[in-house]
């Protein structure tokens, strides 16, 4: 009896600690949504919510009405979600290659593949600009995305996945008359999916968020990412605070709502083979 | 998910890209083959340009002018690598005042922008003065290098004393009155409240306001040939004397940086009374501090000693014509149009509060205003009064070295005064520690400045 009941205990006390923690975690976030309530005025006069009369929605208004934020959202969009599907297709065909083909100088490849992530990306962005810069890809979404089509952390990451699949699936399906790029596509690639899930989510936040290197290659609003658009909010003369906290608000919400959907892959992805069968 | 073996995710990445890539298409963007290329930092700027450059266009058929924002962080690196490795430049840009500098370096020959000497010389169409005669001098100083003119002002940026002018009424305290600094630090030890409440906003880690205060007592970086001097008399005796402001328990100073949230709310809280106030920072309050309207006023600089300056100087822009330029009477003529056209002055000085440099623009009756915000006080008035006062500011190629080594030094003379007891100005042993701190600062930007030895 006693047992159980510090075990309620123990329980109840882990629950309001989490409760605590969750508070913790959350409010900066309430805090943002309470501030994209508020008039540009309003913006820093409450701690938290305003009067229900000064609540408003005129920062949302602004938002899409003085800057071109939907256009701003759509590049972000276009230009992740192809970054995403071109990374994994090349990623994953590298990683099914290094995972299931016996060739000369394959250990040294991955090796020096890996020793790339040791290089900041800063170090290649000079020599990257020229090359793109003559072949005419600067200040266009190919400027954006071909330099990320393949991830090296995707590569190795796929290697890794790939290597658990059966060499018996791939000569079955061989003796069954499958060339190899049909093997990759029909066989490898479906048995992947926990990964391909995972995989998406991290490259999809990756491609997202990335700041620096759409700042050096675009040139006009038109083709600006979300957060290089809501840095021009940030101007030297005037911070736009409220449209540029509805504007992150905005911008955060596809990465959680992909979460939400794809929460069951990714998790599965990450747990993939930590279990014993 | 028979054709599609890639799962969930990654089918509804495709559904995305689909769905985005068909709305961008309905959406093309414009085509950018322009006759002149500018490039600006600020979006100020490029709303106001952009508003008036299809009358530019309109006045000359056949020319196309290509505006583009460009990141302020990203501006002079860009510029320098770019001219460096023969890339695209446009062909006339903006940058801040704090980075054109590093524009300069190499032999005079290799420098990627046009010398405005013999353009500023010449008489102005119609038989106006040459813009040399028009515009405050000490402005072309940080564009200037070897003899050499590389860009225009795009301002001035005369410095007064922002303050809550309702606390101090409460407090009996009468502003005008506060001639010099002595003044005002005395004012300052009565008015201050440890933690709560501090005269000026002054940082004990950062050179932002000692810089503005170097300038005032004719101090700064650099002489008109490029030399440190950033640890010369002057410099020496402005930090033994700032850093007892800032410092020690009887500061008058404090800082919770300069611009952002915090900063917006401690103006709110008055817990600083005063703030150095350029023209462009005196929007910032109007647009991030707006329920402050009447209850802001400025004041003068105080003056170092009696019959000194009344102003000093923080922040500018700088307008450069790159050499990659085909078209150079017509980015002149553009620069002139964007900077002189009595047309849009109203406005852009209404949404920036920036005093142009050129003297004989000031009479245009929108300087003139009453501004609500600052007490119904003529505030372009003030700042028309100060401009000519205006100190000069020398540049040099190393020039972000030099702001962060003093930063530094700063630093250093803080934590001696917090660890060796607090002393008052003219402490012989503090004094010669500053000295010393400062000297070997500025060997540090010495020693950078000798690898670019054209």
């Known amino acids: 009896m006693n047992t159980e009941r510090s075990v309620q ?269 | 998910m028979r054709y599609f073996p890639f799962g969930r995710a990654a089918l509804s990445i495709l559904a995305l890209a689909v769905t985005s890539g068909g709305w961008l298409a309905l959406q093309p963007k414009p085509k950018h083959h322009a006759t002149l290329t500018y490039w600006t930092f600020a979006t100020t700027h490029y709303d106001s340009y952009k508003k008036i450059i299809p009358e530019f266009e309109r006045q000359n058929p056949g020319v196309t002018v290509d505006l583009e924002l460009v990141s302020l962080n990203a501006l002079a690196s860009r510029m320098q690598s770019a001219m460096l490795a023969d890339l695209d430049v446009p062909d006339l840009f903006e940058v801040e005042i704090g980075q054109s500098a590093a524009l300069f370096r190499g032999p005079t020959k290799d420098i990627g922008l046009v010398d405005l000497g013999p353009r500023l010389h010449a008489p102005g169409p119609d038989g106006t003065p040459p813009l040399w005669d028009r515009v405050v001098h000490a402005r072309f100083a940080p564009y200037t290098n070897r003899g050499h003119i590389y860009g225009l002002p795009h301002d001035i940026h005369a410095v007064q004393l922002a303050y809550r002018r309702d606390i101090f009424e409460k407090a009996g305290v009468d502003v005008r009155k506060i001639k010099t600094w002595d003044d005002f630090v005395q004012v300052g030890r009565k008015m201050t409240i440890p933690g709560k409440q501090y005269m000026m906003e002054m940082s004990d880690s950062d050179a932002t306001v000692l810089e503005p205060m170097l300038f005032q007592r004719g101090g700064g970086y650099f002489d008109a040939d490029g030399h440190v001097i950033m640890d010369n008399e002057i410099a020496v005796q402005t930090m033994c004397w700032y850093v007892p402001l800032v410092a020690g328990p009887h500061k008058i100073g404090d800082s919770v940086g300069y611009f952002g949230q915090v900063q917006t709310k401690a103006v709110e809280d008055g817990y600083m009374l005063c703030y150095i106030c350029p023209d462009w920072r005196s929007k910032n309050f109007e647009n991030d501090v707006s329920h402050m309207k009447g209850k802001m006023a400025l004041m003068p600089m105080p003056l170092a000693a009696p019959g000194g300056n009344p102003t000093t100087s923080w922040g500018g822009t700088m307008l450069g014509f790159t050499k990659h330029n085909n078209h150079q009477d017509l980015a002149w003529k553009l620069a002139m149009f964007l900077y002189l056209d009595k047309s849009q002055l109203a406005d852009r000085y209404r949404s920036t509060n920036i005093l142009p440099p050129v003297k004989d623009l000031w ?90 030895s054209y």
């Open chain 1, 9 to 277: 205990t123990g329980r109840t006390a882990l629950t309001i600690t989490m409760f605590l923690l969750a508070a913790i975690v959350l409010t900066p976030l309430v805090w943002l949504v309470a501030a994209t309530l508020k008039s540009s005025d309003d913006m820093f006069h409450y701690t938290f919510f305003p009067p229900v009369s000064h609540l408003t929605l005129s920062e949302y208004h602004d938002l899409f009405t003085k800057s071109p934020f939907a256009r701003y959202l759509a590049n972000s969009v276009f230009v992740t979600s192809v970054t995403v599907m071109v990374q994994l297709f090349f990623s994953s065909l590298a990683g099914f290659a290094l995972a299931k083909y016996e060739f000369k100088g394959k250990n040294i490849i991955v090796a020096i593949m890996l020793a790339t992530l040791l290089l900041p990306g800063q170090l290649t962005m000079a020599p990257l600009y020229d090359l793109l810069y003559h072949m005419k890809m600067v200040d266009s979404y190919a400027g954006l995305i071909v330099p990320g089509a393949v991830s090296v952390f995707g590569i190795f990451l796929f290697r890794q996945s790939i290597q658990q699949v059966p060499d018996e699936l791939l000569q079955a399906a061989r003796i069954d008359g499958c060339s190899e790029f049909q093997i990759y596509w029909d066989i490898v690639m479906p048995v992947s999916r926990p990964m391909i899930g995972a995989f998406c989510l991290i490259s999809f936040m990756g491609a997202w968020n990335s700041f620096l290197w759409p700042q050096i290659i675009l040139h006009h609003a038109e083709l600006f990412t979300l957060p290089i658009g809501l840095n021009q909010l940030v101007s030297i003369y005037q911070t736009q605070y409220g449209m540029l906290m509805a504007g992150t608000l905005l911008g955060v919400l596809p990465v959680v709502f992909l979460f939400v959907l794809l929460q069951k892959e990714f998790v599965a992805g990450l747990t993939a083979g930590a279990v014993k069968g």
């Open chain 2, 363 to 452: 009479s245009d009756p929108v300087f003139h205003e009453r501004r609500a915000y600052w007490s119904n006080e003529k505030i372009g008035d003030s700042y028309i009064r100060l401009a000519p006062n205006v100190p000069a500011h020398y540049s040099n190629p190393v020039i972000q070295t030099a702001t962060d080594k003093l930063s530094q030094a700063l630093v250093d003379c803080v934590h001696y005064y917090n660890t060796h007891g607090y002393v008052d100005h003219g402490d012989a042993q503090f004094e010669s520690y500053v000295r010393s701190r400062m000297k070997m600062r500025a060997d540090e930007v010495r020693a950078m400045a000798r690898r670019d």
